[in-house]
């Protein structure tokens, strides 16, 4: 029984990340991906981005939705959006949603 219960918790602490992207792979030690999600194969001549983050999988802090994107850039037609994140640990993650346009 002491050896399935320190089983448990070497599993848990070396595969279980508490704090990840929840989307695209994720890697137990580091993570950092560039995931495109929508283009048109226009090229856009306007960028923006903005990012969510993770400490601990406990605080989430940020936004990242294309409106807050568009808003803030002035973009009205979007031509490309990719999704960057970013992981390490388990301790910390990011989400970086990233668009072009005119």
Excluded at 43 to 72: D, M, N, P, T
Excluded at 73 to 93: A, D, H, M, R
């Amino acid at each position: 029984m002491k050896f399935l219960r320190s089983s448990c918790i070497v599993y848990l602490i070396l595969f279980v990340s508490c704090a990840h992207t929840g989307f695209g792979p994720n890697g137990i030690l580091f993570n950092k991906t560039k995931i495109g999600m929508y283009g048109t194969g226009k090229q856009g001549s306007l960028r923006s981005e903005a990012c969510a983050h993770s400490y601990l999988g406990l605080i989430s802090l940020g936004s990242a939705s294309i409106e807050v994107l568009k808003a803030q850039s002035k973009i009205n037609v979007v031509t490309e959006t990719n999704w960057k994140t970013f992981s390490i640990l388990g301790l910390y993650s990011n989400l970086c949603v990233e668009i072009y346009g005119d």
